[in-house]
């Protein structure tokens, strides 16, 4: 069951937008290999997130639970991590400059949040898969955000 949603697009650049919680710093010059290949790291309360178009416009649901709603039934691929930090989730495009994109109420303590890829072949497929472009990609990613169990 879902508490809320919230729909937004976001601009990737480089396959990367971010996470930021609260007052978290800026930390996307400390993702790691082994996070660029899962396509999602979080680093305290800064999180990366991947893309498989270079930058095009991409859809993102954020979708806020009381308790972990499961795997996804249709996603390409999913992977978790744990955020820490408080305040709300803003949801960053990839320049530290840019003006935020949205934001979302998240509960206190940490969270878990699972992140779903759809539409990724198409998006490989996308003849702006390299460049990017105006035109919005065929993929779209679902953040799911619960509180942590080591919070309860």
Partial sequence: ????????????WHRQFYLRRGASEWKSDQV???????GVEAIEG?????TTMFGSPTRLSIRTHSSDPGPPQSADRS?????????NLAVLNW????PCVGEVE???????????WH??????AHEDCEVGGERSSPEYLVLDVWPSAEHE
């Fill in 1 to 12: 069951m879902t508490d809320d949603a919230e729909t937004m697009t976001v601009r990737p």
């Fill in 32 to 38: 790691s290999d082994a996070g660029y290949k899962a």
């Fill in 46 to 50: 800064f999180v990366y997130v991947g």
């Fill in 79 to 87: 992977a978790e991590v744990t955020i820490t930090g408080a305040g």
């Fill in 95 to 98: 320049d530290p400059g840019e």
């Fill in 106 to 116: 998240l509960p206190d303590g940490p969270v878990c949040a699972r992140v779903s």
């Fill in 119 to 124: 539409g990724t072949k198409q998006a490989a």
